[in-house]
């Protein structure tokens, strides 16, 4: 069984960085592709990023030089990195795989001052 978790959320002021960690478990092969969600209350769950085996990785327009997607397939885990946090990053985030649409439970990303 596919099982995706989220961490590393919390409270970051403007400016400031936060790392996101998604760990997969149950699979047999490495996964060709993780995906990054977020999720504003009463607005739908936007892409963020994706990382793949085999195509260059893809960024939002309103991350694009800000966050950086990475695996580490190792320790079964891709990585958000997010830099230069902003109030409009504040979004529950999730990780998805795509082929079995799998979901992570998500973390909460808070950007204020």
């Known amino acids: 069984q596919v099982q995706l978790v989220e961490s590393g959320g919390g409270l970051a002021q403007p400016g400031e960085s936060l790392r996101l960690s998604c760990t997969y478990s149950g699979f047999t092969f490495e996964p060709s592709v993780i995906r990054w969600y977020r999720q504003v209350p009463g607005k739908e769950r936007e892409l963020v990023a994706i990382?793949?085996?085999?195509?260059?990785?893809y960024y939002a327009d309103s991350v694009k030089g800000r966050f950086t997607i990475s695996r580490d397939a190792g320790k079964n885990t891709v990585y958000l990195q997010m830099n230069i946090l902003q109030p409009e990053d504040t979004a529950v985030y999730y990780c998805?795989?795509?082929?079995?649409?799998?979901w992570g439970q998500g973390t909460q990303v808070t950007v204020a001052s």
């Open positions: 998805n795989y795509p082929t079995g649409d799998a």
């Open positions: 990382i793949t085996l085999t195509r260059p990785t």
